[in-house]
């Protein structure tokens, strides 16, 4: 102790020391968990922490540079084989479009879907399949989906989203496994040799 500590810094030294140890511990130990408790509500009630999960997961993505880099360029877009055989469709949503407008997938064959959006909030609803998802931007939406037959999906967007949002509309065309396994990759991008 210095001789000339402030008196209010002698008098909370003293008490500190009159405080025997043990009970020093104690109201470190309360107050640690007390802190700690404080935190993890605010994380759950502000959720503030979530940005770090979606960044970790991946899942975390800049609507502004959609097409400039990362999984979203647009020849990464489309139907695409995964090297285990898995089929992942990678489209992103924008007013008012889906990109790409057409895609191919294999009829009764569970396929991966991950959209995002360059711009605001819109939802592919699948018709004739009950699939309604979300295509948020800043976030990656992944689903898992199957065409039970083969045929043409439409894809109207079922968000307000805009000036243009009633004539927003995509398609899924699904076609026979035999007849997806035939097609070159860059034929399985759009539809447009169909
Ligand atoms: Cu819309």
Redesign the pocket.
């Known amino acids: 102790m210095p001789l000339l500590a402030p008196a209010k810094f002698r008098v909370d030294f003293l008490i500190w020391q009159i405080i025997n140890s043990e009970m020093r511990s104690r109201l470190l130990f309360i107050l640690a968990i007390t802190l700690f408790g404080c935190t993890v509500a605010a994380t759950r009630y502000y959720e503030i922490d979530q940005p770090i999960w979606r960044y970790l997961r991946g899942a975390e993505i800049n609507p502004a540079t959609l097409h400039l880099q990362g999984e979203f360029v647009e020849s990464n877009l489309g139907s695409a084989q995964e090297p285990d055989g898995s089929i992942t469709v990678r489209m992103i949503a924008q007013q008012?479009v889906f990109v790409p407008q057409c895609v191919v997938v294999p009829a009764g064959f569970s396929v991966r879907l991950r959209i995002t959006s360059a711009d605001a909030v819109?939802?592919l609803g699948i018709e004739r399949t009950g699939y309604d998802l979300e295509a948020v931007p800043g976030a990656v939406t992944e689903a898992h989906l199957q065409f039970p037959t083969p045929g043409k999906y439409g894809v109207p967007?079922?968000?307000?989203?805009?000036a243009g949002?009633y004539a927003?509309r995509g398609e899924f065309l699904a076609v026979s496994k035999e007849q997806f396994r035939s097609l070159k990759p860059e034929e399985r991008v759009t539809c447009a040799s169909r």
């Open positions: 008012y819109h939802k967007c079922k968000e307000f989203c805009g949002h927003m």
